[in-house]
């Protein structure tokens, strides 16, 4: 993958040949384990990415079994053409390794806040950096059960929003900027029942140098 590839992550398994098996793969943590401590602990993200992730992985590949790989994006986009035998199968696994990799990737210990076109559009679509923060925590209390919010990027507006499950925003034609994973399998072992506290701690890692990066590529 390139630079550009990686920060889009349309091009996920892009570059592998026509009917190879497995065509996904798991992609590594671009930090340690413990890199995100104490907002989040080595031991949920070993879980998380190592278990969680990887079945992800493995149950789409084998629901996919024999078929060409295609770019992920390109795979949710394109649900409504698989066969109904593999469909929801590919919704929630497709979905689960998309949706993980893009948060793995906007995590990390960067700059604090977003800067520079990000910034700017962030003031346009909520007031302001504190009013963008309060709403994102605030919206990820709102999913009832297992599910992400986003925020997501939609002919050049950004907005917040929920999904079920492993709903990626690509099976409506949106783009992910950034999502939060509101699974409890995301924060049971440190903060229990708590998630709004682990909201709060999550935001204080999100990774703003390559959500700045992502917000610039899909916006062109
Ligand atoms: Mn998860």
Redesign the pocket.
């Known amino acids: 993958m390139n630079r550009r590839e990686l920060i889009t992550l349309g091009a996920l398994a892009a570059a592998l040949p026509a009917q190879t098996t497995p065509a996904y793969s798991l992609p590594k943590l671009p930090y340690a384990a413990d890199a995100l401590e104490p907002f989040i602990d080595a031991r949920t993200m070993e879980i998380?990415h190592g278990k969680?992730?990887q079945a992800y992985v493995d149950n789409l590949n084998k629901a996919l079994a024999g078929r060409p790989a295609q770019p992920l994006d390109q795979l949710l986009k394109g649900l409504s053409s698989l066969p109904d035998s593999i469909r929801n199968a590919v919704r929630n696994n497709g979905g689960g390794h998309a949706n993980?990799s893009l948060f793995w990737q906007t995590l990390g210990k960067g700059s604090p806040a977003p800067k520079g076109k990000l910034a700017t559009a962030i003031g346009k679509s909520f007031g302001d950096q504190a009013k963008f923060e309060a709403k994102l925590h605030a919206t990820g209390l709102t999913v009832f059960g297992s599910g992400w919010v986003w925020v997501t990027l939609d002919k050049g507006a950004l907005a917040i929003e929920t999904s079920p499950n492993q709903d990626s925003p690509w099976l409506v034609g949106k783009n992910p900027l950034l999502g939060i994973?509101v699974?409890e399998?995301?924060y049971y072992l440190k903060y229990q029942n708590r998630r709004a506290e682990y909201l709060t701690a999550v935001m204080k890692v999100l990774n703003w140098d390559f959500i700045g990066e992502r917000y610039t590529e899909l916006s062109k």
């Open positions: 998380h969680h992730h993980h994973d699974w399998h995301a």
